[in-house]
């Protein structure tokens, strides 16, 4: 009985303590997100603090900026000590604050500084960390790295403060800015350093460090440490060391690229639910404007470019009223003289004006592209530069409309090469500033992720705002820096002015062009590109019909397995037969040939051979893409190899060599593609077939017939009786 007593009596004990010890540790009331407010200093609106207002909008923080507008006297705190004036602003507004017993202040930088997440979960975690003073903490110590030592010493996380977070009870903020008296230019993380280090004031003020990035995330030292995680809605930095996920993103020191990069996402501007989350915010929308926009259009030609011609075209076919934009172009090459004196008398009043500066300059890249940005500079009317190198073929007409309405101080439009990564844009810079691949920009590149994307270095075209060429780009010389290229240097000064720099691939706007190998030396050099350049060598020269061949089965057949259809351009039959008449070593017709193997032919042709003009294999290279597919279309079951020795041009003239008697091919087809028109440039010609007695007139020019080399399809040339008459012929599969 006496053991049953007891053991009721100590049971009531148990539960009685239990519940002392649960009011006891009870955890206090939340912090309402009324009582929290946001100290900033910022002395002008810069991309990096719009960015930080926008984070703060969008979490619904409230903010008090410090300094607006105040001249900026805290000395290069990127570079060097200095910041002094952000503890002098920080000190005269918290002695209007210092009563609030109950007010939490969180005092951060805001031109490299970011939120990922709201003001419930920032004093949540502040609360736990249960102290009055919280400051950010970093693994490197600056400014006096002989104060390490003094740090207290802490088993795991970061050891030293940073002064671009400081969050704490209002009192206690005041308490420690009251201590200033120093100059504007003096050091803020060495005066926060030293009360920190001094123990009665770490004690007084119950002071401590976010040692494991519970609230404050600083970069620098630790881009290794973050990565991004993922939601449905938002996005976050998560510190991969202390498995924190950070409200506060700092990119402090040399971490601001990396902060740009994180920011493309964080919080919301990108995720794969939803995709873009800002990229349709504040627009500009040019159908409500009374006028267009004036824009100068910079062209650069800056060395040999294939395909010149059709770039201008592009130029010219860009949906944007032609009297808003004027015209300056750069030529380095006497090769694309004649190119520009071309377009240049077709649409020199197409432009509102049209400026040249050619080789006879001898101005350097860097000094022509100064020159170029310096027009809308100096013209006040002048609202956009958009900038565009000779190797962009801009396919989207709307491209220029497109950039404009972004609203970007810098934008470029998404170029890349034909089927490779290479594009206008880093996503990211290596330690020595160049190439960097960044995590995302193979997606980018191949518009997996769309977006507007801020980078750090975009080059062959872009989009600058006049109003930041007189403003923040106001100097002259931003092409020309030691020994970078012209558009490493300008990247590099806009990051240093605090530009941001955007590439969009919301759209499809082109693709650039490869200069690599291109060889000016013969006539018309284009021909060459089918390797280097095949989209713009099948737009040039490839007929617009060729597709329908397939589509809507667009061939005709005059004789029996005797096809015609439609393959090369006009454009392409003349180049090809100017090619061959600068050549001008015609063979003659005659029997003796040494350039084929025995050095006889049974029936001689007046050609020149593919070969002889160093086109050979750009030629079978055109067979196999262009005419194996029609084979075995109209062939069915037969693949061919592609393969031919006898690849030439022929020439009939009632002079030389009307005709071509009966014969047949050493080929299991043959191709034979007219390169001019009858009745316009000759008359006469065509082909007979024996045993089908059927005769065709010659086909339309760059139209192509196609029939069996032997056996069944003895044939013969018709003559040519007045002009002359030009046919590319392939026996093909001998």
Not at 370 to 394: E, H, P, T
Not at 436 to 454: C, L, P, T
Not at 673 to 701: E, M, W
Request: with cysteine; charged share 25%; aromatic share 14%.
């Amino acid at each position: 009985m006496e053991y049953l007593k007891f053991c009721f009596v100590f049971s009531c004990w148990l539960k009685f303590a239990n519940s002392v010890f649960t009011e006891a540790t009870q955890a206090p009331a939340p912090i309402p997100k009324e009582k929290l407010l946001v100290l900033t200093v910022a002395t002008e609106e810069t991309d990096g603090f719009l960015r930080f207002m926008q984070s703060a909008s969008y979490f619904n923080y409230t903010v008090k900026v410090l300094g607006m507008g105040e001249a900026w006297k805290g000395g290069d705190v990127g570079r060097s000590i200095g910041g002094g004036q952000k503890v002098r602003l920080l000190k005269e507004a918290m002695e209007d604050l210092a009563h609030q017993e109950d007010l939490v202040v969180l005092s951060v930088d805001s031109y490299d500084l970011i939120f990922a997440a709201g003001p419930e979960e920032i004093l949540k975690k502040f609360q736990q960390a249960n102290h009055k003073v919280l400051f950010a903490a970093e693994g490197l110590v600056w400014p006096d790295k002989r104060l390490a030592d003094k740090y207290p010493s802490i088993r795991s996380g970061k050891r030293y403060l940073n002064s671009g977070g400081i969050m704490g009870y209002a009192p206690y903020i005041n308490r420690v800015v009251s201590q200033w008296d120093l100059h504007d230019n003096d050091d803020d993380q060495l005066f926060y350093t030293k009360i920190y280090l001094d123990p009665l004031k770490r004690q007084s003020l119950n002071m401590t460090l976010d040692h494991k990035c519970q609230i404050f995330q600083n970069l620098n030292g630790a881009v290794d440490e973050v990565l991004l995680k993922f939601g449905t809605d938002r996005v976050r930095v998560r510190n991969t060391v202390y498995d924190s996920l950070p409200v506060v993103v700092h990119g402090n020191a040399y971490t601001k690229m990396y902060l740009n990069y994180l920011a493309n996402y964080v919080p919301n501007a990108w995720n794969y639910e939803h995709g873009c989350g800002h990229c349709d915010e504040d627009l500009i929308d040019l159908s409500q404007l009374n006028e267009y926009p004036n824009v100068l259009v910079g062209v650069f030609i800056e060395q040999p470019t294939p395909f010149l011609p059709e770039f201008f075209q592009q130029l010219l076919t860009l949906d944007y009223p032609k009297d808003k934009i004027k015209l300056f172009v750069h030529n380095n090459e006497v090769y694309h003289e004649k190119h520009i004196q071309k377009f240049w008398e077709e649409n020199r009043n197409a432009f509102h004006s049209f400026k040249v500066v050619g080789p006879e300059e001898n101005l350097s890249q860097g000094e022509a592209r100064n020159m170029g940005m310096d027009l809308c500079r100096q013209n006040a009317k002048c609202d956009y530069y958009f900038s565009i190198d000779s190797d962009v073929m801009l396919t989207n007409r709307q491209t220029l409309k497109l950039l404009i309405e972004q609203n970007r101080k810098i934008i470029g439009p998404l170029v890349t090469r034909h089927n490779k990564l290479w594009s206008n844009f880093w996503g990211a810079l290596s330690l020595d500033g160049y190439y960097a691949r960044s995590e995302d920009y193979v997606d980018i590149v191949q518009r997996k992720r769309m977006g507007v994307w801020n980078i750090p270095y975009m080059a062959h075209v872009y989009l600058v705002k006049g109003s930041a060429l007189r403003n923040e780009l106001k100097e002259r010389n931003h092409f020309v820096l030691e020994k970078l290229d012209p558009d490493m240097a300008f990247c590099r000064n806009a990051r240093e002015m605090g530009v941001f720099m955007y590439i969009t691939n919301r759209h499809d706007f082109g693709r650039l062009i490869s200069t690599a190998n291109y060889n000016i030396s013969r006539y018309n050099n284009d021909l060459w590109q089918i390797f280097e350049n095949p989209v713009d060598w099948k737009e040039k020269y490839i007929h617009p019909n060729y597709s329908r061949i397939f589509t809507e089965d667009y061939t005709e057949e005059p004789c029996p397995d005797v096809f015609w259809f439609p393959i090369f351009t006009e454009k392409a039959c003349d180049e090809i037969v100017e090619e061959m008449e600068h050549y001008g070593s015609w063979s003659g017709g005659k029997h003796e040939d040494k350039r084929i193997a025995g050095g006889y032919e049974t029936v001689p042709t007046d050609d020149i051979h593919m070969k002889q003009i160093g086109f050979d294999k750009e030629w079978l290279h055109f067979i196999r893409e262009f005419i194996s597919p029609i084979t075995l279309k109209v062939f069915s079951g037969y693949y061919t190899k592609g393969y031919a020795v006898m690849n030439f041009v022929v020439k009939y003239t009632p002079e030389r060599q009307a005709y071509l008697r009966p014969h047949h091919d050493s080929s299991t087809f043959t191709i034979n593609v007219a390169l001019n028109s009858k009745d316009t440039d000759f008359q006469g010609g065509g082909c007979r077939f024996h045993r089908y007695n059927c005769s065709i007139d010659s086909p339309r020019k760059g139209w192509s017939f196609m029939h069996p080399g032997r056996l069944t399809h003895l044939h013969e040339g018709l003559p040519t009786t007045n002009g002359t008459r030009y046919i590319a012929v392939s026996f093909i599969d001998p």
